[in-house]
């Protein structure tokens, strides 16, 4: 058995799941019990479990034949530790964080998750004085200081199996069809999958759309014998007009996904507020402009579930296992990144706060445009 300045440590997976999670905790796991032999306990449903203490022993047989396996076996919630929603009211928690983390003799706490993790976990360390580790998740590949965060692969795989089968039932019926892709405000996913399945159109957050030439797009495909167009739309794709008024302050963020579509009744009055989803108004804009019938998919969750691909497995035992490694050394209050092959280590007051979005002259964005895939301007 190696040294290790760590005896014991705390870990949660906190936020959206995502494939990999597992894998991960196994790393770390594996690692610091059979290698270092640190004492693992393991906190359920992220912050939450921490702050009621709420607890599983981790030993090598919790962990064996998780690898495989997708979502969390410790469960997982979006709560902030400062800002839990306690009996219908919002309190600070930390304290309850910091006294549970004492009664355990936890050295450290690892927390696996994405931008909100890395933050909730740097407030624990300046606010609670606790040391902290953390791992990069999320589908959105959106975590600042990491080459990727593990999870994205595994959707990204999802989302162009989708866009592949799209092209056929398309093709058939010579249909537009916008496909709705997760990735919350970046537009990695979308790319990604949308350059790997030969999405006609690309829709992203960072790079707001002007549908008048997206549409433009599709009649000079149609005119080239072409007649059928799958775009890609990241959730979080914002119009040129939409830009500009959250520029200006006049639209909330919360209001980018949807737009509020007011229904009549017989007499022509209105009754009903329906908040119409980004996809679908995109579709119904692209059926009137450009006279093709347009159709709509929403990959939802379909993006999050399921075995992890063998990249996310790969990145998360390498992930989990440096882990193990920088809690021997007593190296805490870093991120794990990935970098290249292999794993740094990264300060968290460098990663929290902070969201990785796609550059414009990212070399995705150029060749998506060298493909001739229209990226809505
Ligand atoms: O952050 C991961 C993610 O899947 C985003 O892509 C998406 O916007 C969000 O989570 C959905 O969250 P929930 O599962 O809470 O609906």
Known sequence: MAESKTKCIGILTSGGDCPGLNAAIRGVCKAAIGSYGIKVVGFLDGFRGLVENRTVALDDRTVSGILTQGGTILGTAR???????????KMDMTQAAVDNIAKHNIDCLVCLGGGGTQK?????????????LTLPKTIDNDVAGTDITFGFDTAMQIATDAIDRLHTTATSHHRIIVCEIMGHNSGWLALGAGIAGGADVILIPEIPYDLKSVAAHLDKRR?????????AVAEGAISRQEAKALASGKKDKKDEKSEVVVEQDANGQPYHLVQEPKASQIARQLQQLTGTEARVTSLGHVQRGGSPSPRDRLVSSLLG?????????????????????????VPLKEVAGKKKTVPEDHSWITSAQLLGTCMGI
């Open 79 to 89: 709560d902030k530790p400062h800002k839990m929603l306690m009996g219908g009211k």
């Open 120 to 132: 909730n976990a740097y407030h624990l360390h300046t606010e609670g004085g606790l040391d902290v």
């Open 223 to 231: 005119l080239s014998g072409k007649r059928f167009s799958i775009i």
């Open 321 to 345: 296992t440096a882990a193990a490694h920088a809690l021997a050394k007593g190296d805490y209050n870093n991120m794990i990144a990935i970098r290249g092959n292999g794993t740094e280590l």
